[in-house]
């Protein structure tokens, strides 16, 4: 019995339980005491009962049981000896797991032959392609797997009806006219809504601690002075096994890069995305107001990978060509450089700042315009001594957010930026990204435990520190200013 | 432009030689109409605001006080969907007229809001804000004479003298309002326009404005809203009734708390609506 199957009923006795709950309930209305909780709270009271621990349930049986399965399976396969035709105990149980899986596709009573050979075009017919390097031993391996775990399936089904009924019976008999069935619902849902936001938090703790693990990994071969202090990058390729050439990890190229294409974009982003935020909130009337927002809204909703080809495709050249053409021959603006990548991450940008920006405009209170105003002083004298002023340290965490993406932003540079970890000041030459090398060090055939790979998660979690960080003061910057005006 | 400064001249010398006179009409307003997009507001109000005294509008809720008072600097300007029409003259010159710059009003015309509104800044900065737009002060030491004589006007320089550098918005309420009232004065206006300048704060804070209200009219012509019949027959020498976007009437302020010509204004201050 399939555990969605299960799911499904239980939730039908859920809904019976929740009917009978309401009905009961409102028939012990009589009129003469208060009832305490009203009758559809009974309903729910009950319908909670009857799903919730089976579900529950039922969802500790199905982990415990694919364990349990697991090592069944582990139990059952062959000693394994040096002339073993699968290279490991792993995957020869996936196999067996994956042969038992195309099992269950055949129509019941078919007569099973006992080698894979016999068996592989009976699977195809059905659809299930399966590894060639099967072995005839497993078929009864899986065959026994199947029955074990329909034998698990049915009584975990049975426990879990029972479970539910006896829940939905518990629930209807504690049905009484002054019985608390809606402190019951409420504490429940406070439990759920509480469930749902750990769940953002325990992610994000688990996110961190499984980078740290890879990046404590990796310190252990390379040190944390030459990571974060070294100025060359250059981390070799590592065959499977070698000891010998290390490369060299020098964060700080990659840094820099980071944080000039950053301060690029931020320097285009910023200007233009604060004056048309103080023109939108300021300046233009509803009509043209209720266009442009959303044009410009609609310039955040482009992926990024579609500027990156923009800037690889169309700019980079672009630019090239018209450097090559002022200088007549040899271009100073290579086809990727930060210039051109931290222009086109700008573009991107001006949306996040005019609208963030637009907000807190908007927020500054309407006697402070006014209060201005009838001072004589004019439009613009208003927004440069009153509300800029007033909205400022708003703005700024605005800009602290906005240039925590730009340093998180991966795909504009990736295409954008070049990969070449140079250090140098001129904008117009190729430089990369802590982004672009976590990209480079994860995709492409290089042994996982090799800090060549490794070195991706030290990235990452220096990457994430700095965000961290700046959304910190962001957030920290913009909670101080909302008191002001409260 | 030149003709204003001399008129502003003239009326200068005018006022210390008509200080005691009753009769100088500051304002006028003429079959003044306002709209906000279909609706109007205000019909046809023709009403007289006369030099160095207090004139208080009052009337129930929504019968258009605020918002002829805030077509007296043209502050409806600030809002989509106003229109005005009418006349409303300043010694003799039409402020709608398009010759007149709406920057240059507003520092004849002060306005003192219902709800004090310092500016997130020190109340030293708060004050030197106007007198720093309209390049009144070309030396530090002038703007701290400016501040200093603006707070001592508005009654508020001995509590804050030893804390000029602190935020405005640090103050209490009554003070606020002072500091307000202060920054208007800041600019040396003609008139200051009041739009319920008691009505966020506690009596004692209120008894302290209003007495000040009525020692500025020594220098200003001032105009002030208020839903206090009480207030207005403390610090006004006329009073003038709206009743639905309409004058009902207008006259000394004695002669209309003790006998008004019209039934609805006699209703009102009595309590009987509003």
Redesign the interface.
């Known amino acids: 019995m399939s555990s969605l199957l299960v799911l499904a009923i239980v939730i039908a006795i859920g809904v019976v339980a929740f009917v009978i709950g309401r009905q009961r309930a409102a028939a012990q209305d009589t009129g003469k005491v208060k009832p305490h909780s009203r009758a559809h709270y009974h309903g729910w009271w009950a319908f909670l009962l009857a799903v919730l621990p089976a579900v529950l349930l039922l969802a500790v049986w199905d982990i415990g049981s694919s364990f349990y399965l697991d090592r069944h399976i582990h139990a059952a396969l062959p000693e394994r000896t040096v002339d073993s035709k699968v290279a490991s105990e792993a995957l020869d149980a996936s196999l067996v797991k994956s042969l038992a899986k195309g099992l269950r596709r055949l129509d019941a009573g078919t007569p099973l032959p006992a080698t894979f050979a016999e068996l592989q075009p009976l699977l195809i017919a059905k659809g299930v392609a399966l590894a060639s390097d099967t072995q005839d031993y497993m078929i009864p391996i899986a065959v026994d797997a199947n029955s074990v775990q329909d034998r698990l399936g049915l009584f975990g089904a049975v426990v879990t009806f029972a479970l539910s009924v006896a829940g939905a019976f518990y629930a209807l008999r504690q049905i009484a006219p002054r019985a608390r069935a809606r402190n019951n619902v409420e504490r429940l849902m406070l439990w759920g809504l509480l469930a749902a936001s750990t769940i953002a938090i325990l992610t994000t703790v688990g996110i961190v601690l499984s980078m740290l693990f890879q990046t404590i990994t990796f310190f252990e071969s390379v040190s944390p002075m030459s990571f974060f202090f070294g100025t060359v990058w250059d981390p070799r390729f590592a065959a499977a096994g070698s000891g010998g050439s290390q490369g060299q990890f020098g964060l700080i190229p990659l840094l820099a890069g980071t944080l000039y294409i950053a301060a690029v974009a931020l320097v285009v982003a910023v200007p233009v995305g604060l004056m048309s935020a103080v023109y939108m909130s300021e300046y233009a009337?509803?009509s043209v107001r209720s266009v442009v927002k959303p044009a410009l809204e609609l310039l955040a909703g482009i992926p990024t990978i579609v500027y990156g080809i923009f800037a690889v495709v169309t700019l980079g050249p672009f630019l090239r060509d018209l450097s090559a053409a002022l200088t007549g021959g040899s271009p100073f603006i290579q086809g990727q450089s930060i210039f051109t990548a931290g222009l086109v991450m700008g573009v991107m940008l001006i949306p996040v700042v005019s609208s963030l920006s637009d907000d807190i405009i908007t927020a500054v209170?309407r006697?402070?315009?006014?209060?201005?105003?009838?001072?004589?002083?004019?439009r613009s004298?208003t927004i440069k001594?009153?509300i800029l002023?007033?909205a400022l340290p708003g703005i700024v965490g605005a800009i602290l957010l906005t240039a925590s993406r730009a340093i998180g932003e991966t795909m504009i540079v990736v295409l954008a930026a070049g990969v070449a970890a140079n250090l140098t000041a001129n904008p117009f030459e190729a430089m990369t990204t802590i982004t672009v090398k976590i990209v480079n060090q994860l995709t492409g055939d290089l042994e996982f435990n090799s800090p060549q790979t490794l070195v991706a998660f030290a990235l990452g979690l220096t990457l994430f520190a700095l965000t961290l960080v700046m959304n910190i003061v962001a957030l920290y910057i913009v909670r101080k200013y909302r008191e002001?005006y409260e | 432009m030149n003709i204003m400064t001399e008129q502003t001249l003239e009326n200068a010398v005018g006022d210390k030689m008509n200080a005691k006179s009753n009769e100088v009409i500051k304002m006028r307003g003429d079959k003044v109409g306002v709209f906000y997009g279909e609706k109007q507001a205000l019909f046809d109000v023709n009403l007289d605001v006369r030099q160095n005294q207090v004139t208080a509008l009052i009337g129930p809720s929504g019968c258009g006080k605020s918002t002829f008072l805030r077509c007296l600097?043209r502050?409806n300007d600030?809002i989509?969907s106003a229109r005005v029409t009418g006349k409303i003259t300043l010694d003799e010159d039409d402020i709608y007229d398009k010759n007149i710059d709406v920057?240059?009003?507003?520092?004849r015309v002060?306005?003192v809001?219902q709800?004090p509104?310092?500016?997130?800044?020190s109340i030293y900065e708060n004050v030197a804000?106007?007198p720093r737009?309209?390049g009144l002060a070309k030396r530090k030491s002038d703007m701290d004479q400016i501040v200093e004589s603006s707070l001592k006007k508005a009654a508020i320089w001995n509590e804050v003298k030893d804390r000029l550098q602190e935020p405005g918005?640090g103050l209490s309420g009554g003070q606020q309002q002072r500091l307000?009232i202060a920054?208007?004065i800041a600019?040396s206006p003609e008139v200051i326009l009041m739009d319920e300048p008691c009505s966020a704060l506690d009596p004692i804070a209120t008894a302290r404005v209003e007495e000040l209200i009525d020692e500025l009219r020594q220098n200003y012509t001032i105009v002030i809203v208020t839903h206090s019949m009480q207030q207005a027959a403390r610090v006004s020498q006329r009073t003038a009734m709206f009743h639905l976007g309409y004058l009902v009437e207008e006259g000394a302020t004695d002669k209309m708390f003790t006998n008004p010509d019209d039934k609805r204004t006699q209703d009102y201050i009595t309590g009987r609506f509003g």
Do not use: W
């Open positions: 009337s509803r209170p006697a402070m315009r006014d209060g201005s105003l009838g001072l004589g002083a004019t004298e001594r009153v002023p007033a002001q | 600097n502050m600030t989509d920057v240059e009003l507003r520092a002060g306005m809001f709800k509104n310092p500016f997130p800044k804000y106007g737009i309209h918005t307000c920054r208007a600019v």
